[in-house]
């Protein structure tokens, strides 16, 4: 949005979201489970789970739609818990969008500013600034049915934000979407949030579009947080297997050993610079976090830990080989090489032995069941 | 795109077998077609005959002079507008609301409700318009509780009347302004309405800038369908009108039974078909048609 001299309302911050001890259940069915939350102002949060998991419960607690049995909710320093809906002052995309079929593109972005008396003549201005920031300008006249599905997810947008609401929910919005252009929504959503500094708390069961729209990521599952941190944070270091399936691909050994020392088999486990959880008992490996050796080339820096097997299994992925290794010690690890390394003959033919590498970041330990 | 080639291989005979397809079809239709023909056009199609006779069989617009010199007629016509008004907008508030709670409710309880609804529309309009006189009438059920709870002293007359024909005919009328109202409400996706709510809207704003219109053409359907049967409607004011409310049809009945006179009834029921269809014609240019009367179950 390009702001205009004579728009000189400040800009709006985020408004800072606290969620206590919620708690929803169905009959017997516990969609929320004491969930604790601090979404920060101007932040981007994904709640990021399976279907089922309460993701969705907890973002329709926060609009006002589902009335949990107990806890506590605030935006700011307001308690909007038994607040209507209609009173809580937060925009929202919905996952069918929920454009209204009888109103046109500029009737729908103008609706919540008709609803807050804003004078015909700014909710115009304000309408078409802000069709300009979702980069559909000159749309205002058309119909809701003409416009393609990516057209609708900005329209939804733009009628979410334009009355500038202190907080933005989400739900599955870019699901509808295939995939092209789902990723450059995703990158377009993340700078249009950066822009605003609107707190934007998203709902999704996409990996990917959590890793990249998000500051922080929480991952639900059965009614609670499981763990809670960047991206980063998450891909790397997931706190429970069920994250470390749920994000990215990853296969697990078995390791025994305590306190500082673990062990793969027979081979102790280089931790340098990395103190596992207490009572860990599986190692977490990356397919795309494992180094494949060249046959014969000399070993790497010490730090790194090196395992030895044969190779069962080469799958063709297009962008990648994904290569099936049988370990020495026991146990089936993938390992990921791009199909540019691919194509030099960096990739052992089946049969062949292996020698994979992997640096004490390239790994995580953690408790859960084997297998 | 490039032409079709004509003969292609066997384009000769793929084109035989999609015109035999289509015989096939049409020899399907073809009882209905004779059937509708048989009692539908062909009547009418005398009807419109007749209309234009003397008893003579002479060529004559005398039917429809009469119609315009008569003021008899006029009052029938005018009488029959006022009633079928009356009763679609009150079928329209009846409506409305019970369609809106049935919408709201569980699918399974909606069904089970649903009957009672439909459960009337399966009985025969006589029974219930006799069930109605049995409610209304001067030493009926209603006046002998109203008598006996002390809200009236004196019988009020609640049939044989335009208030009774109006009730008897809200009740027949019901179900097709239920049935549609109900479809289009069911289609309404519940985010709408959550939609209009999360951008400020309070519950009466959410129904009168979200969930009125989007269910208007439920409305537009059951309120045509309504308005047009009302109109043909015959038990209904013969049995509760007492013989003072003489709707369109009871006008032409008592044309043929008491005078004979097939013209002037031809003539008037020529009006009528012409005024639905107009209805009809119009009503088709701000909705489909197929929408209007497959509101049913």
Sequence with gaps: MTPSPTDARPQQKGLPIRVRQVSKTYGRAVALDQVDLDVQSGEFLTLLGPSGSGKTTLLMVLAGFVRPNQGSLHFGERDVLRLAPHKRGVGMVFQSYALFPHLTVAENIAFPLKLRRVPRPEAMRRVEAVLDLVQLPDFGGRGVDALSGGQRQRVALARAIVFEPGILLMDEPLSALDKQLRERMQIELRALHDRLGITTVCVTHDQREALTMSNRIAVIDRGSIIQLGTPKEIYDRPSTRFVADFIGESTFLPVTGSGGTFRLGAQALKLEGYTPPPGANLLMLRPERLALLPEGAPGPDPRYNVITGRVTDIVYQGESVLVQIRLDDGGTVAARVSSARAALGAVPVPGASARLAFAPEDMNLLCGEAG | ?297
């Design chain 2, 1 to 297: 795109m490039k032409a079709l080639a004509a003969e292609g291989p066997n384009a000769t005979e793929l084109g035989r077998d999609a015109r035999s397809e289509r015989w096939m079809l049409f020899g399907l239709s073809l009882p209905a077609l004779l059937l509708v023909g048989l009692v539908v056009v062909l009547p009418i199609a005398w009807l419109f005959l007749l209309s234009f006779q003397t008893e003579g069989g002479a060529f004559t617009l005398a039917n429809y002079q009469r119609l315009i010199d008569q003021p008899s007629y006029r009052r029938i016509l005018a009488m029959t507008f006022e009633i079928s008004l009356t009763v679609t907008a009150m079928c329209i508030v009846l409506g409305y609301a019970l369609a809106y709670l049935l919408a709201q409710l569980p699918r399974r309880v909606a069904g089970v409700l649903m009957l009672g609804v439909l459960m009337p529309f399966w009985t025969s309009i006589l029974v219930r318009t006799y069930a109605w006189l049995v409610l209304l009438q001067r030493d009926g059920l209603i006046n002998v509780i109203g008598e006996h709870l002390g809200f009236w002293q004196k019988p009020l007359a609640l049939v044989y009347n335009m208030e009774g024909t109006v009730v008897g005919l809200v009740h027949i009328m019901l179900p097709f302004m239920v049935l549609p109202l109900y479809n289009s409400m069911r289609a309404i996706d519940r985010d709408y309405v959550r939609g209009a709510a999360n951008l400020g809207a309070g519950p009466i704003q959410v129904f009168w800038h979200v969930y009125l219109p989007l269910s208007r053409p439920g409305l537009f359907a059951g309120g045509t369908i309504t308005f047009i049967l009302c109109l043909g409607s015959y038990v209904t004011p013969a049995v509760l009108g007492g013989g003072k409310i003489v709707m369109a049809a009871n006008g032409i009945a008592g044309d043929v039974e008491l005078y004979f006179s097939w013209g002037p009834a031809s003539a008037f029921g020529v009006v009528l078909l012409v005024i639905t269809l107009t209805i009809l014609f119009t009503a088709s240019r701000f909705a489909r048609l197929d929408r209007i009367f497959g509101g049913g179950a």
